[in-house]
């Protein structure tokens, strides 16, 4: 699908008050520059989350017992877990599948980024939107149901409530 820019659609571009082109042109030049404003702010997000997504996402399968504090693990004097703890391995193997989907995430987001897809992008955000709220709601009826989890476990609470918030935002209030 491609359009030449005629002069017409180019005086429209520009936010010229003469456009009459419906569909391609219904927008103020305001509203153009803060469509422009919007993407901006959408691809800064996205690279922030590939960005934390690529750190943790590593972390997480390379030394998962750093992240088994959130899931009930204990400190005994060291980050090292008793190998003959079967539970404690499971639990590991568990965050490392975990941090792997974490780092595919970092390359989805800044795939998400880099593309002009409009539709792409939407979907994008509305899935991450999606995931984020169910994931802070899971987290909250854990928390609040299961003596397992500590209060530490509120960080995850509010940076997947956050990720939640930011994502719904431009999915409702301002869609890509």
């Known amino acids: 699908r491609g359009f030449t820019i005629t002069p017409a659609r180019l005086t429209c571009l520009l936010g010229k008050p003469s456009c009459s082109l419906r569909g391609f042109c219904s927008t103020s030049s305001g509203q153009f520059m803060s469509l422009s404003v919007q993407k901006q702010r959408l691809n800064l997000l996205l690279t922030v989350h590939s960005g934390v997504a690529f750190c943790f996402g590593l972390c997480a399968f390379l030394l998962p017992h750093f992240f088994g504090f959130f899931l009930g693990e204990e400190w005994h004097g060291s ?12 639990t590991h193997v568990v965050i490392r599948l975990y941090g792997a989907l974490i780092f595919g995430q970092g390359i989805l987001t800044w795939a998400a980024k880099e593309t002009d897809d409009g539709q792409v992008r939407r979907w994008v955000v509305r899935a991450y939107a999606v995931v984020f709220s169910l994931t802070t709601v899971a987290l909250l009826r854990a928390q609040f149901t299961d003596s397992t989890w500590h209060a530490l476990n509120w960080l995850n609470i509010l940076l997947f409530a956050a990720l939640a918030a930011f994502y719904s935002w431009f999915s409702i209030v301002q869609p890509p």
């Open 79 to 90: 980050w090292r877990w008793n190998p003959d703890d079967g539970q404690v391995k499971i």
